[in-house]
């Protein structure tokens, strides 16, 4: 939750924000344990536990994975080693967009993916997450997305 926000436009206090494990630093101010954090390390607001209602914050992207595949399409089975992680899913949530400019002339650059669509992304790109019931999401800056498919 957020404790205290300085010139974000985005986030407040009381806000509950998602972020990448690796951002931010931690920090103890009187006997609490805190993350410092850049506004463009979080990467979206949630309610409760469940994954699939997060909502995106910049040009982020919550995908649904597709379901990885047990055979390949010769119909040798395959082990958890042997099949790459999917790379391609359902669109279900998009942030706003990308802030481009400062002051008064700055806008904002909306999302081009809407939900729904279906999206092939960068192998190794975004923070992978689990639902509560097992379903697997990944959310991706929309510049990691390589195309929507057909």
């Known amino acids: 939750m957020v404790s205290a926000a300085s010139d974000c436009a985005t986030l407040k206090s009381g806000d509950n924000v998602v972020y990448s494990k690796y951002a931010g630093t931690e920090v103890t101010l009187g006997g609490e344990d805190h993350i410092i954090l850049k506004e463009a390390d979080c990467i979206g607001l949630m309610s409760g536990d469940d994954i699939g209602a997060l909502k ?11 379901e990885q595949a047990a055979k390949s399409k010769g119909g040798v089975i395959l082990t958890a080693l042997e099949s790459d992680k999917p790379s391609v899913g359902v669109v279900t949530a998009v942030g706003p967009g990308r802030k481009e400019g400062e002051g008064e002339a700055a806008s904002v650059k909306a999302v081009a993916m809407k939900v729904g669509d279906n999206v092939l992304f960068s192998q190794y790109a975004g923070v992978e997450f689990e639902s509560p019931e097992g379903e697997q999401y990944i ?12």
């Open 56 to 66: 995106p914050l910049g040009d982020r992207v919550l995908v649904k994975l597709a």
């Open 139 to 150: 959310v991706v800056q929309e510049g990691d997305i390589l195309a929507v498919l057909g």
